[in-house]
């Protein structure tokens, strides 16, 4: 193994590997920040550039760009609430009302520091056990990926805020909306009435982005006259405190975003999702979870970093995508005539290992680079609206054409943010609605995958031993918080005790007066 790392950063450390993974990192935050393209469309736009280099080279720049991608799209998801791809959309519940806060910066960092953490978790699990997890990956069926996405489905409660009825319609609307097109497993178009442009569905990006982009910017219009934040550089500046709270939220978002990102196409959108659903449920700070929690960034980030990571163990040791982006990388493995697979790591170790040093090595770029720049980027909130708004609407515009080289996006794209105009003036959750259009097609999949496999049979998932011990799992996060806070209730109010005497402080290490000061 030590030989095998050696080898690795050998490789990667070259000067010429060394300038690709920096141009890398940078070409992928700046295309993560572009609402619309993501890691999937950056890659696939760069991979013809690098043809004419060594393959090991236009390896670590290509995962270069997907996991600086993932930064990017965050900064995106807290300044303007436009996630740049659906890994986001959990950050963007509690980042950017951080950011409306005046912490944008404390965000940034936060989630800066929870994606390093848990990309070098990950990445030091990913060398440990790659080829043993990717193993026992193969025995995840049809049966245990419709019990996984029942527990994708169920972090929409989480979702929901305040109001669970209302958050469950807008789940239901996202849901009804990514049946529109071919369905899965049939040849057979559904609620298309005619269209051409409506049968390969309702892309869920361009609706992500009409929703969330256009949506609050016609909000803020319509509020009228409103001002710029104004704060304090110290509030936009992370304290150590802050890191202290947040750093059991990271441990859990890397260790589920890990778990669910070695699943062959599940993806890190789902162990986003999940990971900040699971905070939600356990964390002692529950209460402020879609108003600006500092630990529900941190979990989504970690969760969504971790799963980046890990899925390339399926990529690498099965040749099995491990979602979107890694399936396009998969292609690139295959043009530069490297064939991945169990036999991957023997035959060509070089190739292997530096790709995986690489991302430590990129990693800490991006944490150098992107740290200190936070408050930077949060100083894009002083700007005055009348030029941010502009700019929002052409890039959200340009972002929304360029999924699909289609103009049909544009109308989709006005028509969402029309909807998401109301669902903020009638206060109606967002995010439910696309964690219905994201999840829809992959359970309607597990779903037919497992009536085939079951002979319609849908009991299935209770009679398998890994889809249960799934489904008990997640009604475990479900319930035993709500159940134990109950029972905590029961104990009746805490006498109170005399004042104290002097200032107490918070745990943001503010004086505040206590009732005895009055």
């Known amino acids: 193994m030590l030989e095998n790392i050696a080898l690795g950063f050998q490789t990667s450390l070259t000067p010429e590997n060394l300038l690709w993974c920096f141009i890398g990192v940078v070409l992928g ?3 993560g ?3 619309g393209l993501g890691a999937t469309t950056g890659v696939a736009i760069l991979l013809p550039l690098t043809l004419s280099m060594e393959p090991v080279t236009a390896l670590i720049m290509l995962a270069g760009i997907y996991y600086g991608c993932q930064y990017g799209g965050t900064i995106a998801a807290v300044l303007i609430a436009t996630p740049g791809d659906a890994n986001a959309v959990a950050t963007v519940v509690d980042g950017y009302a951080l950011a409306r806060k005046g912490q944008a910066g404390k965000a940034l960092a936060i989630a800066a520091i929870g994606s390093f953490v848990a990309a070098i978790l990950s990445l030091v699990l990913l060398m440990l056990i790659a080829a043993p997890i990717a193993t026992f990956a193969l025995r995840f069926g049809p049966a245990e990926m419709l019990a996984i996405m029942i527990m994708g489905l169920l972090t929409i409660i989480s979702f929901s805020g305040d109001n669970l009825a209302k958050g469950l319609i807008m789940a239901g609307l996202g849901i009804l909306l990514s049946t529109v097109g071919m369905s899965s497993g049939f040849a057979e178009s559904r609620f298309t ?4 442009n409506l049968l390969g569905g309702i892309d869920f990006v361009v609706v992500m982005i009409g929703v969330f982009a256009i949506g609050e910017v016609v909000s803020q219009i319509g509020t009228g006259g409103v001002e710029p934040i104004r704060t304090r550089m110290r509030d936009m500046v992370i304290r150590f405190s802050d890191v202290k709270a947040s750093f059991s939220a ?3 978002g890397s260790g589920i975003g890990f ?3 070695t699943l062959p196409g599940a993806g890190s959108t789902l162990a986003a999702l999940v990971g900040y659903g699971v905070e939600k449920q356990v964390s002692p700070n529950r209460k402020e979870f879609g108003k600006g929690a500092i630990q529900g960034v941190a979990a989504a980030e970690s969760a969504n970093n971790a799963a980046a990571n890990a899925n390339f163990i399926p990529t690498l040791a099965l040749g099995v995508p491990g979602g979107t982006t890694t399936a396009v990388l998969l292609g690139a493995f295959v043009m530069y005539g490297v064939q991945p697979g169990p036999l991957l790591f023997e035959n060509q170790p070089g190739l292997v290992w530096g790709l995986l040093t690489s991302f430590f090595i990129g990693n800490v770029i991006l944490l150098v680079l992107n740290l200190p720049l936070a408050p930077a980027f949060a100083q894009v909130l002083r700007m005055r609206y009348t030029y941010l708004y502009p700019a929002i609407i052409f ?5 929304a054409f360029a999924v699909q080289n289609n103009l049909f996006a544009l109308p989709v794209l006005l028509a969402a943010g029309v909807g998401g105009f109301f669902m903020k003036k009638f206060d109606y959750p967002t995010a439910p609605l ?5 999840l829809g097609p992959m359970v309607e999949k597990a779903l037919v995958q497992t009536s085939s496999f079951a002979n319609g049979d849908l009991t299935v998932i209770f009679t398998e031993p890994l889809s249960l011990a799934i489904l008990v799992a997640t009604a475990l996060i479900m319930l035993v918080p709500t159940v134990a806070k109950r029972i905590a209730g029961r104990g009746g109010p805490v006498p109170a005790g005399p004042a104290p005497a002097g200032p107490a402080t918070t745990s943001d290490d503010v004086p505040v007066r206590t009732g005895a000061e009055e």
């Open 434 to 438: 696309i964690l219905g259009l994201v």
């Open 259 to 261: 778990a669910l990102g």
């Open 395 to 399: 890039f959200s515009m340009m972002g």
């Open 33 to 35: 920040m572009l609402p």
């Open 193 to 196: 009435f005619g269209s051409v």
């Open 250 to 252: 990271i441990l859990r």
């Open 29 to 31: 935050t700046v295309i």
